[in-house]
DNA sequence: GCTTAAGCGGACCGACCGGTCCGCTTATGC
DNA sequence: GCATAAGCGGACCGGTCGGTCCGCTTAAGC
């Protein structure tokens, strides 16, 4: 595996770029062969190189979610803790709009090992920036980063079929007004 | 129409009420065949009194519209206009995290004049109870119905994956919390 | 440039599912 | 009870899609 002929690498960055888009653009239940006519290749290679459907998604996942606890990691190093928690709230709406159809079945994904670890230690870094707002005061009490994380979602989510464009941000706010001590 | 045989009128009713079922016991994606078993018929039944898949779904989905389009008229003569708003909260919720199958993917029977009827009736009685609230001064400005629908089925949306029980109140009470003025 | 194996891709398979059809059943009116 | 048409239901069809397979291509090492 570490060792890979360049064309077959080459073909592997392809598709999961593919995918993303692919799930972005057409929603959760785009097809392989949707993702491997974006990537320019036959559908058997998706095959070859994830073995079913859903260890490609989990793949796009992992990716994303190893994306958001880099930036969390950063925040934690930030000063003012209310500030820092809002920013990272923002930051994942603005992935979970983006990318609404990876997170939407994300459950079903946690049997992969590198999902649920990218989650877990995505739990854990947020958790660290929640309990730092509420030693503050200034956020409800026996809130965690999955209601948060279950909020914010559903806040896009909800925004999705809206007709103002701004909807999201709206939503997003009544969530984060709602969750004040 | 009007004249059916009494077994077909008996079928019909059974359909409906395993459609309901089977939707919030399954999801939205239940199969023809599987809501016809639990009726008791064949699937051929099904498709004699509903042209299509969407058709069935469409109906069931009206008929729920409506039962909560009854409440929302009883609230509007409540003497106080916030707890008959958050009454109509409470069972709006109720409704849809029973239902939750259904009005997942509700928008794309609004296509259904039924649905379409009902869906508009409601939105105009719930945005009587949201005004009501506003003239006193106790809701948000610049919300209404559809906003409301929105967080509100976000919000049991995003508690059916938590791991407590009490997760959908506590949802739905962020959402009115931050709904405040 | 030759060898070789890694890689490719599209034909193919089987499961699933919405919808149709038609021969059989049965409620209904007389 | 009989005639009749409304109703039934399961066999069947066609399209879709995830996943397999194998003959051809081509990168890589010498």
Same mark, same amino acid.
């Given at each position: 595996m570490a060792v890979r002929r360049a064309d077959a690498q080459r073909n592997l960055d392809r598709i999961l770029a593919a995918a993303a888009d692919a799930y972005a653009d057409?929603? @959760? &239940?785009?097809?392989i062969d949707e993702i491997a006519r974006r990537a320019g290749v036959g559908h058997g290679t998706v095959f070859r190189h994830f073995p079913t459907k859903d260890a490609l998604r989990a793949a796009v996942i992992s990716a994303r979610l190893d994306e958001l606890l880099a930036y969390a990691r950063e925040l934690?190093?930030? @000063? &003012?803790p209310r500030a820092a928690f809002e920013e990272f709230v923002w930051t994942a709406a603005e992935a979970v709009r983006r990318d609404r159809a990876l997170f939407e079945g994300i459950e079903e994904c946690v049997t992969f090992e590198e999902v649920a670890e990218a989650k877990k230690e995505l739990h854990e870094v947020v958790d660290k920036l929640i309990r730092r707002v509420q030693r503050s005061g200034m956020l409800r009490r026996g809130v965690d980063s999955r209601d948060v994380g279950a909020l914010v979602g559903a806040a896009i989510q909800a925004s999705?079929?809206?007709?103002?464009?701004d909807a999201w941000r709206r939503y997003v706010q009544v969530v984060l007004d709602g969750l004040r001590a």
């Open positions: 057409v929603g @959760p &239940d785009v097809t934690l190093e930030r @000063p &003012d999705m079929h809206a007709e103002r464009d």
